[in-house]
Protein backbone atom coordinates (compact mmCIF):
# COMPACT_ATOMS: atom_id res chain seq x y z
CA UNK A 1 0.00 0.00 0.00
CA UNK A 2 1.27 3.49 -0.90
CA UNK A 3 2.07 5.92 1.91
CA UNK A 4 3.18 8.87 0.15
CA UNK A 5 2.61 9.70 -3.56
CA UNK A 6 3.50 12.69 -5.57
CA UNK A 7 2.77 13.59 -9.04
CA UNK A 8 4.14 16.66 -11.29
CA UNK A 9 5.65 18.66 -8.25
CA UNK A 10 7.19 21.47 -9.94
CA UNK A 11 8.59 24.95 -8.15
CA UNK A 12 10.42 27.42 -9.54
CA UNK A 13 12.71 30.04 -7.61
CA UNK A 14 13.63 33.26 -8.84
CA UNK A 15 17.65 33.74 -9.17
CA UNK A 16 20.03 36.37 -10.67
CA UNK A 17 20.35 34.21 -13.75
CA UNK A 18 17.06 33.46 -14.34
CA UNK A 19 14.16 31.15 -12.95
CA UNK A 20 15.72 27.95 -11.24
CA UNK A 21 13.47 24.86 -11.62
CA UNK A 22 14.20 23.46 -8.37
CA UNK A 23 11.80 20.95 -9.17
CA UNK A 24 10.65 19.91 -12.44
CA UNK A 25 8.01 17.39 -12.88
CA UNK A 26 8.88 14.73 -9.74
CA UNK A 27 6.95 11.92 -9.11
CA UNK A 28 7.07 9.92 -6.02
CA UNK A 29 5.41 6.56 -4.76
CA UNK A 30 6.63 4.63 -1.40
CA UNK A 31 5.00 1.71 -0.17
CA UNK A 32 4.23 2.15 3.89
CA UNK A 33 6.99 0.43 5.85
CA UNK A 34 9.49 0.81 3.51
CA UNK A 35 12.57 3.12 2.92
CA UNK A 36 12.88 5.31 -0.18
CA UNK A 37 15.78 7.01 -0.68
CA UNK A 38 16.51 10.07 -3.11
CA UNK A 39 19.86 10.06 -4.16
CA UNK A 40 21.38 12.71 -5.71
CA UNK A 41 24.02 15.47 -5.99
CA UNK A 42 24.14 19.07 -4.38
CA UNK A 43 21.39 21.01 -6.11
CA UNK A 44 18.96 18.30 -7.64
CA UNK A 45 16.35 19.08 -5.47
CA UNK A 46 16.25 16.75 -2.51
CA UNK A 47 15.68 19.52 0.15
CA UNK A 48 12.81 20.77 -1.61
CA UNK A 49 11.01 17.71 -2.29
CA UNK A 50 11.22 17.02 1.41
CA UNK A 51 9.85 21.08 1.89
CA UNK A 52 7.09 20.14 -0.15
CA UNK A 53 6.29 16.71 1.38
CA UNK A 54 6.45 18.10 4.90
CA UNK A 55 4.04 21.52 4.51
CA UNK A 56 7.15 24.07 4.23
CA UNK A 57 7.15 25.12 0.85
CA UNK A 58 4.40 24.74 -1.62
CA UNK A 59 5.21 23.76 -5.45
CA UNK A 60 4.06 25.54 -8.26
CA UNK A 61 2.44 22.59 -9.75
CA UNK A 62 1.62 19.05 -8.91
CA UNK A 63 0.15 17.33 -6.25
CA UNK A 64 0.74 14.84 -3.40
CA UNK A 65 -1.05 12.80 -0.93
CA UNK A 66 0.78 11.24 2.24
CA UNK A 67 -1.36 8.12 4.70
CA UNK A 68 -4.31 9.61 2.29
CA UNK A 69 -4.20 12.79 3.51
CA UNK A 70 -3.82 15.84 0.47
CA UNK A 71 -0.36 17.64 1.79
CA UNK A 72 -1.35 20.78 -0.51
CA UNK A 73 -5.36 21.07 0.64
CA UNK A 74 -4.43 20.04 4.38
CA UNK A 75 -0.89 20.56 5.83
CA UNK A 76 -2.26 20.51 9.07
CA UNK A 77 -3.77 17.12 9.15
CA UNK A 78 -0.22 16.41 6.92
CA UNK A 79 2.03 17.44 9.90
CA UNK A 80 0.02 15.15 12.33
CA UNK A 81 1.73 11.93 10.71
CA UNK A 82 4.68 13.26 9.75
CA UNK A 83 8.22 14.04 11.39
CA UNK A 84 11.15 16.03 9.71
CA UNK A 85 15.09 15.91 10.11
CA UNK A 86 16.50 18.57 8.76
CA UNK A 87 19.93 18.87 6.92
CA UNK A 88 21.05 21.09 9.82
CA UNK A 89 19.83 20.08 13.14
CA UNK A 90 17.56 22.10 14.22
CA UNK A 91 17.79 22.60 18.40
CA UNK A 92 18.31 24.97 20.82
CA UNK A 93 21.63 25.31 21.86
CA UNK A 94 21.34 26.25 25.58
CA UNK A 95 18.83 23.66 26.29
CA UNK A 96 19.70 19.92 27.73
CA UNK A 97 19.40 17.27 25.20
CA UNK A 98 16.09 15.84 27.15
CA UNK A 99 14.61 19.68 27.55
CA UNK A 100 14.80 19.87 23.81
CA UNK A 101 12.94 17.13 23.22
CA UNK A 102 10.47 17.89 26.10
CA UNK A 103 9.89 21.48 24.72
CA UNK A 104 8.85 19.62 21.28
CA UNK A 105 6.18 16.83 23.39
CA UNK A 106 4.55 20.71 24.89
CA UNK A 107 4.74 21.86 21.46
CA UNK A 108 2.85 19.13 20.03
CA UNK A 109 0.45 19.17 23.69
CA UNK A 110 1.28 15.63 24.30
CA UNK A 111 1.07 17.29 28.05
CA UNK A 112 3.71 17.73 30.68
CA UNK A 113 3.95 14.12 32.11
CA UNK A 114 3.46 12.28 28.61
CA UNK A 115 6.31 14.94 27.40
CA UNK A 116 8.90 14.08 29.92
CA UNK A 117 8.17 10.46 29.75
CA UNK A 118 8.99 9.69 25.96
CA UNK A 119 11.86 12.72 26.22
CA UNK A 120 13.27 10.07 28.49
CA UNK A 121 13.22 7.52 26.27
CA UNK A 122 14.42 8.67 23.06
CA UNK A 123 17.32 9.93 25.72
CA UNK A 124 17.92 6.16 26.23
CA UNK A 125 17.07 4.89 23.12
CA UNK A 126 19.20 7.41 21.11
CA UNK A 127 22.24 6.57 23.39
CA UNK A 128 22.57 9.53 25.01
CA UNK A 129 21.68 9.32 28.76
CA UNK A 130 25.36 10.25 29.71
CA UNK A 131 24.62 13.87 27.73
CA UNK A 132 21.10 13.98 27.69
CA UNK A 133 21.20 16.39 31.07
CA UNK A 134 24.38 18.82 28.98
CA UNK A 135 23.62 21.51 26.92
CA UNK A 136 23.55 20.79 23.41
CA UNK A 137 25.96 23.43 23.03
CA UNK A 138 28.93 20.97 23.80
CA UNK A 139 27.56 18.21 21.94
CA UNK A 140 29.82 16.53 18.87
CA UNK A 141 28.30 16.64 15.43
CA UNK A 142 26.91 12.92 16.03
CA UNK A 143 25.28 13.85 19.19
CA UNK A 144 23.57 16.61 17.45
CA UNK A 145 22.58 14.51 14.49
CA UNK A 146 20.70 12.04 17.28
CA UNK A 147 18.98 14.83 19.37
CA UNK A 148 17.80 15.95 16.38
CA UNK A 149 16.64 12.61 14.99
CA UNK A 150 15.47 12.12 18.63
CA UNK A 151 13.08 15.28 17.74
CA UNK A 152 11.61 14.20 15.21
CA UNK A 153 10.42 11.02 16.41
CA UNK A 154 8.55 12.40 19.53
CA UNK A 155 4.97 11.93 18.22
CA UNK A 156 5.69 8.56 17.04
CA UNK A 157 5.20 9.88 13.31
CA UNK A 158 4.07 7.07 10.89
CA UNK A 159 6.27 9.03 8.10
CA UNK A 160 9.54 9.89 8.45
CA UNK A 161 11.58 12.80 6.54
CA UNK A 162 15.58 12.71 7.12
CA UNK A 163 17.05 15.19 5.14
CA UNK A 164 20.42 14.12 4.43
CA UNK A 165 21.14 12.42 8.15
CA UNK A 166 24.87 11.80 7.66
CA UNK A 167 26.68 14.36 5.45
CA UNK A 168 29.64 15.87 7.23
CA UNK A 169 29.56 13.28 10.08
CA UNK A 170 32.26 11.53 10.73
CA UNK A 171 32.21 7.44 9.90
CA UNK A 172 31.35 6.78 13.39
CA UNK A 173 28.51 8.86 14.01
CA UNK A 174 27.32 7.33 10.27
CA UNK A 175 27.05 3.54 11.26
CA UNK A 176 25.42 4.74 14.69
CA UNK A 177 22.99 6.13 12.70
CA UNK A 178 22.33 4.42 10.69
CA UNK A 179 21.81 1.12 13.29
CA UNK A 180 18.93 3.84 14.57
CA UNK A 181 17.13 4.10 11.48
CA UNK A 182 17.52 0.90 10.57
CA UNK A 183 15.64 -0.64 14.12
CA UNK A 184 13.01 2.27 13.33
CA UNK A 185 11.97 0.97 9.91
CA UNK A 186 11.80 -2.49 11.55
CA UNK A 187 9.13 -0.93 13.86
CA UNK A 188 7.21 -0.15 11.03
CA UNK A 189 7.49 3.62 10.16
CA UNK A 190 8.43 4.70 6.59
CA UNK A 191 10.97 6.55 5.77
CA UNK A 192 11.77 9.11 2.93
CA UNK A 193 15.83 9.89 3.03
CA UNK A 194 17.61 12.10 0.65
CA UNK A 195 21.21 11.12 0.52
CA UNK A 196 24.45 11.95 -1.73
CA UNK A 197 25.90 8.53 -1.19
CA UNK A 198 25.09 5.49 -3.09
CA UNK A 199 26.67 3.48 -0.08
CA UNK A 200 24.06 5.35 2.78
CA UNK A 201 21.23 4.88 0.13
CA UNK A 202 22.77 0.84 -0.19
CA UNK A 203 22.67 0.51 3.62
CA UNK A 204 19.17 1.75 3.95
CA UNK A 205 16.87 2.17 1.37
CA UNK A 206 14.27 -0.76 -0.13
CA UNK A 207 14.51 1.60 -3.43
CA UNK A 208 16.36 4.60 -4.28
CA UNK A 209 15.24 7.29 -6.62
CA UNK A 210 18.19 8.93 -8.35
CA UNK A 211 17.23 12.75 -9.33
CA UNK A 212 18.39 15.44 -11.06
CA UNK A 213 17.81 18.68 -12.33
CA UNK A 214 14.57 18.49 -9.64
CA UNK A 215 12.89 14.99 -11.39
CA UNK A 216 13.46 11.23 -11.22
CA UNK A 217 15.91 10.06 -13.75
CA UNK A 218 16.11 6.43 -12.51
CA UNK A 219 14.71 4.16 -10.35
CA UNK A 220 15.36 1.12 -8.44
CA UNK A 221 17.15 -0.77 -5.88
CA UNK A 222 20.86 -0.35 -5.23
CA UNK A 223 21.90 -3.54 -6.84
CA UNK A 224 19.85 -2.39 -9.88
CA UNK A 225 21.46 0.85 -9.80
CA UNK A 226 24.96 -0.94 -9.35
CA UNK A 227 24.24 -3.62 -12.36
CA UNK A 228 23.95 -0.21 -14.53
CA UNK A 229 27.89 0.32 -13.94
CA UNK A 230 28.96 -3.23 -13.03
CA UNK A 231 28.89 -4.70 -9.74
CA UNK A 232 32.81 -3.42 -9.15
CA UNK A 233 35.03 -1.39 -10.82
CA UNK A 234 38.94 -2.50 -11.47
CA UNK A 235 41.01 0.10 -11.59
CA UNK A 236 45.01 0.33 -12.69
CA UNK A 237 47.32 3.03 -12.41
CA UNK A 238 49.72 3.22 -14.61
CA UNK A 239 53.62 4.17 -14.27
CA UNK A 240 53.38 6.27 -17.15
CA UNK A 241 50.17 7.04 -19.69
CA UNK A 242 51.98 5.76 -22.76
CA UNK A 243 50.62 2.66 -21.69
CA UNK A 244 47.19 4.08 -21.75
CA UNK A 245 45.87 2.71 -24.61
CA UNK A 246 47.15 -1.19 -24.32
CA UNK A 247 45.57 -1.12 -20.93
CA UNK A 248 42.48 0.24 -22.39
CA UNK A 249 42.09 -2.51 -24.44
CA UNK A 250 42.68 -4.94 -21.96
CA UNK A 251 40.04 -3.22 -19.63
CA UNK A 252 37.57 -3.65 -22.40
CA UNK A 253 38.16 -7.39 -22.70
CA UNK A 254 36.90 -7.79 -19.00
CA UNK A 255 34.63 -4.88 -18.47
CA UNK A 256 30.79 -4.28 -19.19
CA UNK A 257 30.98 -1.02 -21.08
CA UNK A 258 33.42 1.48 -21.89
CA UNK A 259 37.00 2.01 -19.81
CA UNK A 260 37.11 5.80 -18.47
CA UNK A 261 40.62 7.46 -18.49
CA UNK A 262 41.26 9.86 -15.77
CA UNK A 263 42.10 13.05 -17.35
CA UNK A 264 46.07 12.79 -16.96
CA UNK A 265 45.74 9.89 -18.83
CA UNK A 266 47.31 7.18 -15.66
CA UNK A 267 44.37 5.51 -14.03
CA UNK A 268 42.01 3.87 -16.12
CA UNK A 269 38.89 2.30 -14.57
CA UNK A 270 36.13 0.33 -15.85
CA UNK A 271 32.75 -1.60 -14.54
CA UNK A 272 32.59 -5.52 -13.97
CA UNK A 273 30.63 -7.96 -12.85
CA UNK A 274 32.58 -10.19 -11.31
CA UNK A 275 35.25 -8.53 -9.97
CA UNK A 276 37.95 -10.51 -8.32
CA UNK A 277 37.95 -12.65 -11.35
CA UNK A 278 38.13 -9.74 -13.83
CA UNK A 279 40.87 -8.03 -11.67
CA UNK A 280 43.09 -11.15 -11.96
CA UNK A 281 42.39 -11.48 -15.74
CA UNK A 282 43.40 -7.75 -16.23
CA UNK A 283 46.60 -8.17 -13.56
CA UNK A 284 47.56 -11.01 -15.96
CA UNK A 285 47.08 -9.28 -19.17
CA UNK A 286 48.30 -6.34 -18.58
CA UNK A 287 51.64 -8.39 -17.20
CA UNK A 288 51.82 -9.95 -19.89
CA UNK A 289 51.83 -6.89 -22.61
CA UNK A 290 54.94 -5.84 -20.04
CA UNK A 291 52.98 -3.09 -18.79
CA UNK A 292 54.31 -1.58 -15.03
CA UNK A 293 51.73 -0.83 -12.46
CA UNK A 294 51.86 2.07 -9.63
CA UNK A 295 48.86 0.58 -8.07
CA UNK A 296 45.74 -1.77 -9.05
CA UNK A 297 42.37 -2.56 -7.10
CA UNK A 298 38.96 -3.07 -7.22
CA UNK A 299 36.07 -0.75 -5.98
CA UNK A 300 32.29 -0.89 -5.44
CA UNK A 301 30.57 1.82 -7.66
CA UNK A 302 29.49 5.18 -6.42
CA UNK A 303 26.68 7.77 -7.41
CA UNK A 304 29.54 9.27 -9.53
CA UNK A 305 29.89 6.26 -11.72
CA UNK A 306 26.26 5.87 -11.83
CA UNK A 307 25.36 9.66 -12.62
CA UNK A 308 28.03 9.59 -14.94
CA UNK A 309 26.36 6.68 -17.01
CA UNK A 310 23.18 7.95 -16.48
CA UNK A 311 23.73 11.27 -17.56
CA UNK A 312 27.40 11.83 -19.31
CA UNK A 313 27.92 14.33 -16.67
CA UNK A 314 30.00 14.03 -13.41
CA UNK A 315 28.09 14.63 -10.08
CA UNK A 316 31.78 15.76 -8.20
CA UNK A 317 29.74 15.03 -4.65
CA UNK A 318 31.69 12.22 -3.92
CA UNK A 319 35.30 14.00 -4.49
CA UNK A 320 35.90 14.84 -0.50
CA UNK A 321 33.77 11.80 0.30
CA UNK A 322 37.41 8.97 1.55
CA UNK A 323 34.74 5.96 1.72
CA UNK A 324 34.09 6.14 -1.68
CA UNK A 325 36.77 7.36 -3.33
CA UNK A 326 39.36 5.36 -1.98
CA UNK A 327 40.55 4.36 -5.20
CA UNK A 328 43.15 1.09 -5.38
CA UNK A 329 44.71 1.48 -2.10
CA UNK A 330 47.32 4.53 -1.89
CA UNK A 331 45.52 5.94 -4.45
CA UNK A 332 44.05 9.16 -2.85
CA UNK A 333 41.73 11.61 -4.19
CA UNK A 334 43.54 15.04 -5.61
CA UNK A 335 41.79 18.15 -3.26
CA UNK A 336 39.93 16.23 -0.31
CA UNK A 337 37.19 18.69 0.48
CA UNK A 338 37.77 18.80 4.36
CA UNK A 339 33.76 18.62 5.77
CA UNK A 340 33.22 21.62 8.04
CA UNK A 341 32.94 20.42 11.47
CA UNK A 342 32.16 23.20 13.99
CA UNK A 343 33.35 22.59 17.57
CA UNK A 344 33.74 18.69 17.69
CA UNK A 345 33.59 17.70 21.36
CA UNK A 346 34.01 14.56 22.09
CA UNK A 347 31.20 13.58 24.61
N1 LIG B 1 14.76 29.37 -1.51
C1 LIG B 1 15.41 29.25 -2.69
N2 LIG B 1 15.63 30.30 -3.51
C2 LIG B 1 16.25 30.18 -4.70
N3 LIG B 1 16.71 29.02 -5.18
C3 LIG B 1 16.54 27.91 -4.43
C4 LIG B 1 15.88 27.96 -3.15
N4 LIG B 1 15.85 26.71 -2.64
C5 LIG B 1 16.46 25.92 -3.54
N5 LIG B 1 16.87 26.64 -4.61
C6 LIG B 1 17.56 26.09 -5.81
O1 LIG B 1 16.82 24.97 -6.26
C7 LIG B 1 17.69 23.91 -6.64
C8 LIG B 1 17.39 22.68 -5.80
O2 LIG B 1 17.77 22.95 -4.46
P1 LIG B 1 17.64 21.86 -3.30
O3 LIG B 1 16.28 21.29 -3.31
O4 LIG B 1 18.09 22.52 -2.06
O5 LIG B 1 18.68 20.76 -3.77
P2 LIG B 1 19.43 19.62 -2.92
O6 LIG B 1 18.77 19.54 -1.58
O7 LIG B 1 19.29 18.39 -3.73
O8 LIG B 1 20.85 20.06 -2.82
C9 LIG B 1 19.09 24.46 -6.47
O9 LIG B 1 19.53 24.94 -7.71
C10 LIG B 1 18.92 25.56 -5.46
O10 LIG B 1 19.93 26.53 -5.63
MG1 LIG C 1 19.58 19.65 0.34
Known amino acids: MTIIEARGLTKRYKSKSGPVHALDGLD ?76 IGRLYHLGRAESQRRARELVDMFDLTAAGDRPVKGFSGGMRRRIDLAGALVTNPEVLFLDEPTTGLDPRSRLSLWGIITDLVKEGTTVLLTTQYLEEADQLA ?24 GGHRVVVSLMTSDAREEAVRILTRYGDGEPVVSSDGRTVDVGVTN ?29 DDVFLRLTGRSTEVNAGDPDETAGPSGTKPKKPKKPKRSKEKAA
Open 28 to 103: LSVPRGTVKALLGPNGAGKTTTVKVLTTLTRPDEGSATIAGIDVLADPRATRRVIGVSGQYAAVDENLTGFENLDM
Open 275 to 303: GPQSLQSVLADLEASGIELHDAGMRRPTL
Open 206 to 229: DDISVIDGGRVIAEGTSDQLKEQV
